[in-house]
């Protein structure tokens, strides 16, 4: 069994910077295709950034590219999203995933919510003005 773990989310003013982690416990988190998603009630859960399993690749939302990076450790089983630039449509829950199924014909960018397998709690972020 996979188990996902936030933290990181708090309070934040426009134009702050904040780190979110997710810690993975379970399985071969080297070789997970990881996510960050975000929702804001009512809405759909929205796509932020993704990575690859030894960190070469990753993708950006055109929301936050250029204000986010995501980030792994695999050697502590965590990942990252570190953002700057915060604006107050950027509060929401942010969500960590994990696509644990190996499938190299589909790239990063085509994985949506749908292709991953186990989610964390969430991590609410909040940027005031």
């Known amino acids: 069994q996979v188990h996902l773990v936030e933290s990181g989310g708090r309070l934040v003013q426009t134009g702050g910077s904040l780190r979110l982690s997710c810690v993975v ?6 070789s997970y295709v ?3 998603f975000r929702r804001v009630p009512g809405n759909e859960r929205e796509f932020v950034a993704a990575i690859n399993g030894n960190g070469g690749y990753t993708y950006y939302a055109a929301s936050v590219k250029g204000r986010a990076t995501i980030s792994r450790d695999n ?3 965590t ?6 630039s915060l604006k107050t449509e950027d509060t929401a829950v942010y969500y960590c995933a994990a696509d644990t199924r190996t499938r190299p014909y589909l790239s990063v960018a085509d994985r949506g919510p749908g292709e991953y397998d ?9 940027v005031s003005s």
Not at 25 to 30: H, N
Not at 79 to 84: A, G, I, P, S, T
């Open 118 to 126: 186990y989610w964390g709690q969430g991590t609410q972020v909040t």
């Open 79 to 84: 990942m990252y999203l570190e953002m700057n």
């Open 75 to 77: 050697s502590k089983n």
């Open 34 to 36: 990881m996510g960050w």
């Open 25 to 30: 416990s379970g399985g071969a988190f080297s």
